[in-house]
């Protein structure tokens, strides 16, 4: 069964840093690229990144470019999510999630059950 | 990037078959993927490629797609269908996916 679990949930101060993961198990880590979502209180899905669990080569969307850090290890099987300093906008549910693609579609068909960050000061 | 627009809201009668759509340039050239969020949890993939289905998923959804347009139709919606829809797209980088700003589906 396919799974990706992730961490607790968080309160930091703004200023602080922070790493969140996603564990995975039940099938090739590294077969399948890992995603990661925010959704800000009472908004929609807004893609971040990608990262490439073979080699750690991570994508981002410009929106978040130079504010996250994608990371993996493969040894743990788990995805990474890191803020060096998190600002109290940084305050959302973060979501991980498989893509499966082919050249038509990219589909996140497995989704963690989020990690809520609340920044405050 | 692209962008994808989808209605803020739709409502349906109990019972009744309704369409969730999505317009973008990407959809010209790529399959949009559904995806069902009820309140506190995790969104569900519930449509991907041409009209696939995961396995769980009721028959009653299906997709369709013309031109820059992709749909969501639930034929015979269920109290149970009320939540938020999502669509997505990939990029021309299989790596980079957009979203939909998503559709409140209230069933009445």
């Known amino acids: 069964e396919v799974q990706l679990v992730q961490s607790g949930a968080e309160v930091k101060k703004p200023g602080e840093s922070l790493r969140i993961s996603c564990q995975t198990s039940?099938?090739?880590?590294?077969?399948?690229?890992i995603t990661w979502v925010r959704q800000m209180p009472g908004k929609g899905l807004e893609w971040m990144g990608t990262?490439?669990?073979?080699?750690?080569?991570?994508t981002y969307s410009p929106s978040f470019q130079g504010h996250v850090t994608f990371s993996a290890d493969k040894s743990f099987t788990t995805a990474y999510l890191q803020w060096n300093s998190l600002g109290a906008s940084d305050t959302a549910m973060y979501y991980c999630a498989r893509i499966s693609s082919t050249y038509y579609h990219s589909s996140l068909d497995y989704w963690g059950q989020g990690t809520l960050v609340t920044v405050s000061s | 990037s692209s962008e994808l627009t989808q209605d803020p809201a739709v409502s349906v009668a109990l019972g009744q078959t309704v369409r969730i759509t999505c317009q973008g340039d990407?959809?010209?050239?790529?399959?949009a993927t559904w995806y069902q969020q009820k309140p506190g949890q995790a969104p569900l993939l519930v449509i991907y490629?041409?009209?696939n289905r995961p396995s769980g998923i009721p028959d009653r959804f299906s997709g369709s797609s013309s031109g820059n347009t992709a749909s969501l139709t639930i034929t015979g919606a269920q109290a149970e269908d009320e939540a938020d829809y999502y669509c997505?797209?990939?990029?021309?980088?299989?790596?980079?996916?957009?979203f939909g700003g998503g559709t409140k589906l209230t069933v009445l």
């Open positions: 997505n797209s990939r990029d021309s980088s299989a790596n980079r996916v957009v």
């Open positions: 990262i490439d669990p073979i080699d750690s080569y991570a």
């Open positions: 990407s959809l010209r050239n790529y399959f």
């Open positions: 490629g041409k009209n």
């Open positions: 039940g099938y090739s880590f590294t077969s399948f690229w």
